[in-house]
């Protein structure tokens, strides 16, 4: 997915347009995005909703699917949908404004952190 590293210098806002669904892992792409985007910084996702996985767009999200996933490392300040898709066969999308929510705010992610850690290990 992202094959190079986006220096550490935070970001005020970090815009996501049509791509979430683009990811295999979108869980990936978001902690990537957390981590760039400053404490006060917030995030723009628009994100098509329903549909069938493509080759092209193999994650599909629901309205609730959506919310929990950017619930897990954002606060949602808005979250509007309804509005028309960016592919064809997308019944919809989502627009969101989020925050970061603080690091020691999360609680520890157990699996995470032995994944991170057994990777580690040759």
Request: charged letters at 30%; proline letters at 8%.
């Amino acid at each position: 997915m992202l094959n190079h590293v986006i220096e550490p210098t935070r970001r005020l806002i970090v815009i996501c347009r049509n791509a979430l669904d683009h990811m295999p892992d979108p869980r990936v792409g978001l902690k990537e995005m957390a981590r760039i985007v400053s404490d006060e910084g917030a995030l723009y996702v628009s994100v098509d909703i329903g549909g069938e996985p493509t080759p092209d767009e193999p994650t599909v999200f629901s309205v609730d699917s959506l919310g929990a996933l950017l619930r897990e490392r954002f606060e949602v300040v808005t979250f509007t949908d309804g509005h028309r898709p960016h592919s064809a066969g997308r019944s919809g999308n989502v627009r969101v404004l989020a925050r970061k929510i603080p690091v020691t705010s999360r609680p520890l992610d157990k699996e995470e952190i032995l994944k991170a850690y057994e990777a580690r290990l040759p």
